[in-house]
């Protein structure tokens, strides 16, 4: 090879060790700097940021507001009715550390821990209620109750509950069919 090659192969590896050196976070995320593998820098504010190349890797995650949205689940009430019940979670990160170590930065497994812990609260509330009670005009004050429930459970998530809402109650498809019937 001669000195062209060289030249050209020292200026590529400069370059891109000179791009390495600096990321930018912008206003919809959150980052945390790691420095071998341990986290060294999470209290990043939006902007342009420098970094060791090689030694430091920056981790970004979303933290606008998320929304988990699962399938109905059959829910028990203090008369042994079953309900589907269908309902969502809105949330957003409020400790990025936090969040990466309960769940290694993964929202499947946050949105996986989050719909059981989600369901829990429904099956504990509504196993106290008659489905007159869910129906009724106390559902609001149900909501809130569930809410604060909901955002106490998941603190050690490192994210916030902004809204937990139970959009349908149905009864399942044998009881409604007699219920029709009759």
Known sequence: MNRLTYATVFAALVIGLLFNTF?????????IVFRFGEA????IDVGFHF???IIEEVKKYDSRIQTLDEEPDRILTVESKYLLVDSFIKY??????TFYKANNGSFNSL???LGQRSE???KNNF???????LVSGERDELMSIMLNSLDESVEDLGIEIIDFRVK????PSNLSNSVYER
Not at 23 to 31: M, Q
Not at 168 to 171: A, E, G, S, T, Y
């Open 40 to 43: 060294v820098r999470t209290d």
């Open 51 to 53: 970094k060791f190349p």
């Open 120 to 122: 829990f609260v429904l």
């Open 111 to 113: 949105n996986s821990l």
């Open 168 to 171: 349908r109650i149905d009864l």
């Open 92 to 97: 957003k990160i409020s400790n990025v550390l």
């Open 127 to 133: 196993g106290k209620r008659t489905v007159k009670e």
């Open 23 to 31: 990321f930018i976070v912008n206003e919809k995320e959150e980052a």
